[in-house]
């Protein structure tokens, strides 16, 4: 009886057996092509690398000539510029130019309303001395802007 | 003993021997299917493995000469540096001269062993007005990772009678590049 059943076993675990046995072997995997491939990583990475940290200079950066040109474009006759300072702007303030000069104060108020009327300057300050006339003619202008 | 008990044994120990050779077989089927499971699992892992490798062997082949433009963009040495900011000069007749260039913080570390660092150069030019602005949009355009940082530019009272070289600018510029030279 316990010859019969073994047998009967036997019989039933038989396909399972074939079915592993006889399986087509995996064609063995391709060798991946490792030789290059550590350089070819590095190189992408170091590229990706350089476009992440250069990309925000070449296309953030506005052109500090343009900007100081545009101040200056708005100048109404008479007004006469004998310094410029231009601050880009960076990570803790907006950029920022100043413009000192001598002018009457007529002149110099009909300049700010120019570049305070200017969209692309953000605030146009001027000290109330020069706007009174109390320094001589001489006057400064601040602008600040993301530039 | 009779007969039938002997043949009866014998089955019986028969029977047995099957028994664990049938209990070895499945053991042994189960381990070959586990082995089986491993190696069609780690087949899958070569594959994908060796799939990545051709993409990225691809994309290489694809982007060298873009990698390579962006290298020779990106990789200067200071004294290249220096001499590229004063051609300017020369070009635009304000002589402009690099008086100091300092590391601008520690840089990031590329993979490879490389840094870019950025260093800022001082520099000092003179002329007319339209010959310094002429200066400072050839530095805006350079072929570099350039930034204008300060600009200050003063017309000299002094100069009055020559206009041609009445003014003065000191410019503060960062270029963000590959250096191998310790500022």
């Given at each position: 009886m316990l010859f019969i059943a073994s047998a009967l076993i036997a019989l039933a675990l038989a396909p399972s057996y074939l079915a592993i046995s006889l399986a087509a072997p995996d064609q063995p995997a391709a060798q991946p092509d490792a030789k290059g491939a550590p350089d070819d990583a590095i190189s992408i990475a170091r590229s990706q690398m350089l476009v992440t940290q250069l990309a925000p200079l070449l296309a953030g950066s506005s052109s500090p000539s343009t900007i100081i040109m545009r101040a200056l474009g708005e100048r109404p006759s008479g007004v006469a510029i004998t310094h410029i300072s231009y601050k880009a702007a960076d990570q803790s303030s907006t950029g920022e130019i100043q413009l000192v000069?001598?002018?009457?104060?007529?002149?110099?108020?009909?300049?700010?309303d120019a570049l305070t009327a200017d969209h692309t300057f953000n605030s146009v300050s001027v000290p109330v001395g020069a706007l009174v006339g109390a320094d001589g003619g001489?006057?400064?202008?601040?602008?600040?802007?993301?530039? | 003993m009779p007969r039938f008990a002997y043949l009866s044994w014998v089955s019986l120990a028969a029977s047995v021997a099957l028994l664990g050779a049938l209990i070895y077989g499945a053991l042994s089927i189960q381990s070959s299917a586990l082995d089986r499971a491993n190696e069609i699992a780690q087949s899958a892992q070569e594959s994908d493995k060796s799939a990545y490798n051709e993409r990225l062997h691809s994309l290489a082949a694809e982007t060298k000469d873009e990698r390579a433009q962006l290298d020779t963009f990106a990789?200067?040495?200071?004294?290249?540096?220096?001499?590229?900011?004063?051609?300017?000069?020369k070009k635009t007749g304000t002589g402009a001269q690099v008086s100091d260039a300092s590391a601008a913080g520690n840089g990031v570390?590329?993979?490879?062993?490389?840094?870019?660092?950025?260093?800022?150069?001082?520099l000092s030019a003179k002329g007319s007005f339209q010959q310094?602005?002429?200066?400072?949009?050839?530095?805006e355009r350079l072929p570099l990772a350039v930034h204008i940082d300060d600009l200050d530019i003063e017309h000299d009272p002094d100069t009055d009678t020559a206009p041609a070289t009445g003014w003065h600018m000191t410019a503060r510029i960062r270029v963000t590049s590959v250096t191998q030279t310790s500022l």
């Amino acid at each position: 009886m316990l010859f019969i059943a073994s047998a009967l076993i036997a019989l039933a675990l038989a396909p399972s057996y074939l079915a592993i046995s006889l399986a087509a072997p995996d064609q063995p995997a391709a060798q991946p092509d490792a030789k290059g491939a550590p350089d070819d990583a590095i190189s992408i990475a170091r590229s990706q690398m350089l476009v992440t940290q250069l990309a925000p200079l070449l296309a953030g950066s506005s052109s500090p000539s343009t900007i100081i040109m545009r101040a200056l474009g708005e100048r109404p006759s008479g007004v006469a510029i004998t310094h410029i300072s231009y601050k880009a702007a960076d990570q803790s303030s907006t950029g920022e130019i100043q413009l000192v000069g001598t002018a009457s104060r007529e002149r110099v108020a009909a300049y700010r309303d120019a570049l305070t009327a200017d969209h692309t300057f953000n605030s146009v300050s001027v000290p109330v001395g020069a706007l009174v006339g109390a320094d001589g003619g001489h006057f400064s202008i601040t602008i600040d802007g993301n530039f | 003993m009779p007969r039938f008990a002997y043949l009866s044994w014998v089955s019986l120990a028969a029977s047995v021997a099957l028994l664990g050779a049938l209990i070895y077989g499945a053991l042994s089927i189960q381990s070959s299917a586990l082995d089986r499971a491993n190696e069609i699992a780690q087949s899958a892992q070569e594959s994908d493995k060796s799939a990545y490798n051709e993409r990225l062997h691809s994309l290489a082949a694809e982007t060298k000469d873009e990698r390579a433009q962006l290298d020779t963009f990106a990789h200067m040495d200071i004294v290249t540096l220096v001499q590229m900011l004063e051609d300017v000069g020369k070009k635009t007749g304000t002589g402009a001269q690099v008086s100091d260039a300092s590391a601008a913080g520690n840089g990031v570390a590329l993979p490879g062993g490389e840094n870019l660092q950025p260093v800022v150069f001082t520099l000092s030019a003179k002329g007319s007005f339209q010959q310094l602005m002429r200066a400072v949009s050839l530095y805006e355009r350079l072929p570099l990772a350039v930034h204008i940082d300060d600009l200050d530019i003063e017309h000299d009272p002094d100069t009055d009678t020559a206009p041609a070289t009445g003014w003065h600018m000191t410019a503060r510029i960062r270029v963000t590049s590959v250096t191998q030279t310790s500022l």
